[in-house]
């Protein structure tokens, strides 16, 4: 990156394992990447990713919600805590807060989350099970802007795995893992780099980077 454009200061906000925060750090380590990881931080001080994240060098940091009174008051906090570490922009990976529309709104344009769905099909949770009860036959995963409403915003990148006979949400769900380990940093490399620009509530990523929202991976290696 040249000194004009420096890398964008990342917090990746997790929950629980941080598998996701995991492909956005290993994708941070390219020189070549517009973003760095700057703090993992947690709403359970407990997360096993905040001690991957800290065995990794980068900065943690955790305030468990049930301390505060109310969801703005932890959401303040943890306001003052990403403006203390200069974050320019906000990756949900696997944050299990609904945040609300204050919050929400302190980081517009500025936000993303990946939800493991093709959307907007299967917003919400047990998305896998859902899509099995469906018998769709093409599920994935979607990374996109965050607005108030839930797995709303303006959509970023999606990826796309067969469903195949005999899946189990644990079976599809480890497929589709898979899948967001490479779209992440996808989506991530072209917010921090300002291709992704959102345009009457969608999102355009220009020439360069047309057809790269897409990940369909060959059948090969989809671990099925
Ligand atoms: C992922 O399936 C993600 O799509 C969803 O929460 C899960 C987080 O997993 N939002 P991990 O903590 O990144 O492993």
């Known amino acids: 990156m040249s000194?004009?454009?420096?890398?964008?200061?990342?917090?990746?906000?997790?929950?629980?394992?941080g598998s996701n925060m995991l492909s956005l750090m290993a994708a941070a380590r390219q020189a070549d990447y517009p973003a760095e990881i700057a703090l993992v931080f947690s709403n359970?001080?407990?997360?096993p990713g905040l001690e991957t994240a800290k065995d990794a060098g980068i900065a943690t940091a955790a305030l468990f919600h049930k301390d505060f009174a109310s969801r703005e008051d932890f959401e303040r906090a943890m306001q003052d805590i990403l403006l203390a570490h200069k974050i320019d922009l906000v990756c949900l990976a696997g944050f299990m807060r609904l945040l609300t529309p204050w919050f929400v709104e302190q980081w517009t344009g500025r936000m993303i989350n990946i939800h493991p769905a093709i959307l907007p099909s299967y917003k919400g949770l047990h998305t896998h099970a859902r899509a099995l009860a469906d018998g769709v036959k093409l599920h994935g995963a979607t990374v996109h802007f965050v607005v108030p409403e839930m797995d709303a915003g303006a959509i970023i990148a999606q990826a796309a795995v067969p469903v195949l006979d005999g899946d189990t949400p644990e079976t599809l769900g480890a497929r589709?893992?898979?899948?967001?380990?490479?779209?992440y940093p996808l989506a991530l490399k072209l917010v921090a780099s300002g291709a992704a620009k959102i345009i009457d509530g969608k999102v355009l990523t220009g020439e360069t980077a047309n057809g790269e929202t897409l990940v369909v991976p060959s059948p090969s290696l989809q671990g099925a």
């Open 176 to 183: 589709v893992l898979i899948q967001e380990h490479v779209l």
């Open 44 to 47: 359970k001080p407990d997360a």
């Open 3 to 17: 000194a004009a454009s420096p890398r964008k200061r990342v917090a990746a906000l997790i929950s629980g394992r």
